[in-house]
């Protein structure tokens, strides 16, 4: 009997309980205040998650961008055949310069006149073909026959740099390609331009246009071009900046311009003299012949 008391009271204590106004308000509240915090603890996770991936994958990028770019610097100026040992130098760039037998060497005859060479032939010992490779990684801008100087390739690379193949027998490359360094782009052929050489490729470096001597930046990279440049200009600009000796701009002119004033002065003379002398030669010989008479 007490047991089924006590349970009753405790029932009757449970639904008074309910009964009260402000309890299921109150369940409510906090069941919404459960529910929001793990919503927002959720969101938050996540978006961490999120930032993490992103931070990771723009660290992956910057690797793969540094990455790149020390690969590219490492990349020097190579020699365009398959055997660099195999071939020779057999016609040099024309260098201002170079001595007189190196200019004259290194001019091209073609069509009754001689032209400088800007770029260097390079042909096998033994005049045999050879597969010729791009000197640097880039992208070809040209490929295509000429009439004159065979199949031309041109290649385009960092820093306003182009590689040129002429006197190619074969192309197989196309224009738009992207080509690795050492990667064959065509062979070695004859062409009408250098027939004096035979079998060889043409090899050209330009920098924004300007043809340079690629022996001097063989095994360098493509950066030492503009090096070299802005060298070449620093020395011009200093040369010419550099001021004379004092006194001796001023007083060294004034001293050779009398001179070669004074000088005129005893030429003119001479001739008078002469003319004088020539006047009066006439007189003196009529006299000659009155005497005779």
């Given at each position: 009997m007490r047991e089924e008391e006590k349970k009753r009271t405790s029932q009757t204590k449970v639904q008074q309980f309910f009964r009260k106004r402000w309890v299921f308000p109150a369940i409510y509240l906090m069941s919404?205040?459960?529910?929001?915090?793990?919503?927002?603890?959720?969101?938050?996770?996540s978006n961490n998650v999120a930032e993490d991936l992103q931070n990771?994958?723009?660290e992956i990028a910057l690797d793969e961008q540094e990455a790149v770019e020390v690969n590219a610097t490492k990349e020097n100026f190579t020699m365009p055949a398959v055997d660099a040992e195999a071939v020779n130098v057999v016609k040099k760039f024309y260098d201002p310069n170079a001595t007189t037998e190196e200019?004259?060497?290194a001019?091209?005859?073609?069509?009754?006149?001689?032209?400088?060479?800007?770029g260097i032939d390079i042909a096998r010992e033994d005049q045999k073909q050879f597969d010729v490779v791009a000197s640097l990684s880039g992208t070809v801008t040209k490929?295509?026959?000429?009439?004159?100087?065979?199949?031309?390739?041109e290649i385009e690379h960092e820093n306003e740099v182009v590689t040129v193949y002429q006197s190619l027998a074969e192309a197989s490359v196309q224009a738009g390609d992207k080509?690795?360094?050492?990667?064959?782009?065509?062979?070695?052929?004859?062409?009408?331009?250098?027939?004096?050489d035979g079998n060889h490729v043409h090899?050209?470096?330009?920098?924004?246009?300007?043809?340079v001597n690629p022996e001097s930046f063989m095994g360098k990279p493509v950066t030492s071009i503009e090096e070299a440049a802005e060298e070449e200009a620093t020395e011009e600009e200093v040369s010419e900046e550099a001021p004379a000796p004092a006194g001796e701009t001023?007083?060294?002119p004034a001293e050779e311009e009398k001179p070669a004033e004074e000088a005129p002065a005893k030429d003119t003379e001479t001739p008078k003299e002469d003319t004088d002398k020539s006047e009066k030669a006439p007189e003196s010989d009529k006299d000659a012949d009155k005497g005779a008479e």
């Open positions: 919404a205040a459960v529910i929001l915090t793990a919503v927002l603890w959720y969101q938050n996770i990771n994958q723009d200019q004259e060497a001019l091209v005859f073609y069509n009754n006149t001689y032209r400088m060479n800007k490929a295509e026959k000429d009439p004159i100087l065979g199949f031309v390739v080509v690795e360094q050492n990667e064959v782009i065509g062979k070695s052929g004859e062409n009408l331009f250098n027939e004096e090899f050209e470096i330009r920098q924004a246009g300007t043809a001023e007083e060294a």
